[in-house]
């Protein structure tokens, strides 16, 4: 089957560095996402990966290792606004997106 | 980025009654949206991937006739619940695909119903 995985709650300190892994089982492979959720609303776009390395969007960076199935989020100098629930979502062969179940993110002062 | 338009946000409906939820991409076309239902502290569930001029795609345990699905245009997906009831109470979420070779998807601000 087709499987997501990634840690279902991080906490971390405002101004610090957190990075959250997902790693993944698919039928094929056509990119991996990374979106942020905030409680009661939609998930917001953050980055996309299809090759493999480092894809850095100011505080935000996401990286690819496809024969690894493995990917991960890193955030940099916190904000009390970054918390919220990360997922991880992957492309398969038949340009379904595959969720993980998130990771909600807490930020302490 | 691209825009995703999703209508009404929020929807108080009676058991019995059906809710149409509407779902645009504004300025691009989209051939292709996915319908996804949240409930609290979950993930994102794949309800129907939604396809411009044939018919939704569901998926299993999805019913067909209950959650219906028009993709009538290339800006425009519908997710109606008819006759709805109170277990159907839940956060709906539209996505649309972008096109060309780096395709994104980008997603509607969310519709929670509640059936009374």
């Known amino acids: 089957g087709q499987n997501i995985d990634q840690p279902t709650e991080m906490t971390a300190t405002e101004g610090a560095i957190v990075q959250i892994n997902c790693t993944y089982q698919?039928?094929?492979?056509?990119?991996l996402f990374w979106y942020q959720q905030h409680a009661g609303e939609a998930p917001t776009f953050l980055s996309y990966?299809?090759l493999d390395g480092l894809e850095e969007k100011g505080r935000f960076s996401s990286f690819l290792s496809r024969s690894k199935g493995y990917s991960y989020l890193l955030l940099k100098e916190l904000q009390m606004k970054d918390s919220a629930s990360y997922l991880c979502?992957?492309?398969?062969?038949?340009?379904?997106?595959?969720w993980g179940a998130g990771t909600k993110l807490i930020i302490k002062p | 980025g691209a825009v995703v338009s999703q209508h009404p946000s929020r929807v108080i409906c009676k058991s019995g009654t059906s809710v149409k939820i509407e779902c645009r991409s504004l300025?691009?076309?989209?051939?292709?949206m996915f319908w996804y239902r949240q409930f609290p502290k979950q993930s994102l569930m794949l309800m129907a991937t939604?396809?411009?001029?044939?018919?939704?795609?569901?998926e299993q345990g999805v019913e067909k006739d209950k959650f219906l699905i028009n993709h009538a245009s290339l800006t425009l997906s519908t997710l109606t619940v008819t006759s709805a009831h109170p277990e159907d109470s839940s956060f709906y979420i539209c996505?649309?695909?972008?096109?060309?070779?780096?395709?994104?998807?980008?997603f509607g601000q969310g519709t929670r119903l509640t059936v009374v």
């Open positions: 996505s649309a695909l972008t096109g060309g070779s780096h395709t994104e998807a980008f």
């Open positions: 300025d691009f076309q989209a051939t292709t």
């Open positions: 939604s396809n411009e001029g044939s018919k939704a795609t569901y």
């Open positions: 698919t039928s094929g492979f056509n990119g």
């Open positions: 990966n299809v």
């Open positions: 979502a992957v492309r398969d062969s038949n340009y379904q997106l595959i």
